[in-house]
């Protein structure tokens, strides 16, 4: 994934300012934490960094990862504003997290899962680079158990948003973390509202793109029109609703 170029730009202001900012999945991810002031926490697809700036200031430090170049410039810019400068900003993926083992307290990983080439890998290397009783908070979203509403929403989040790859269920999800040691302790999913323009023009395409995802909404099947609670007025699409998983897990 490039780290340049005007889409990741774009794509970084979206997220810094959009609704990626704030949410209930965000304010369980702190209460999940517990944060004594003493952790040394991984956030892992950062983003724009709104998960690590929720914990940095009740923690003794925090390292965000994210491939993209554009993301970590501008999850720097908010930290600077608001004054944190416990903070390193180290550009990976989460397919190979350049740590060494046993190096977090907690790891955080928000939003980000769907866009992982290899979600399994990536939660061993969560497993490698958290300390033996450490915690793992992850947050995504979930795909509906209908495989029919499941496979329509993973084609037009992919229609979106090319880098988009999959979002499973959280059957699929909490199998994926299990598989790489972990011990699920705390699991919620919480309804997300989506305002529809802005979330089609966080994903970065062009407007020809845009519009052949709104056609694809009007048309959607039964099934994900009451899944993904779709809200049409006046021929317009105008919001959609989700649902995110929020699982703390220890090693
Ligand atoms: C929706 S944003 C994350 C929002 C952020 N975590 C928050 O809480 O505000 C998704 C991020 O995943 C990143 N990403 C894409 N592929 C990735 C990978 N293989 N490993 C880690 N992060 C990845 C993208 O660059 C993007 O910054």
Redesign the pocket.
Known sequence: ?SGTGGRWEKAAEA?ATGE?KAGRELDLVVEYAAPTGKERVLD?????G??ALALAPRVSDVVLT???EA?LATARRLFQSAGLWNAQFVRA???QLPFPKASFDIVTT???AH???DVAR?MREVARVLKPGGMFIFVDTTAPEDSESAAYQNEVELLRDP?HRRIYTERAWAAFIEQAGFRVEKTEVVRKAHDFEPWLERGGEDAATQERVHARFLDAPASAIRDLEIVVADGRVTSFTDRKLVLAARR
């Open positions: 994934m997220y990626h892992i697809g950062t983003g724009a709104h998960t994210d491939p993209v993301m993926g989460a397919e928000r939003l980000a866009h992982f080439d990536a880098t």
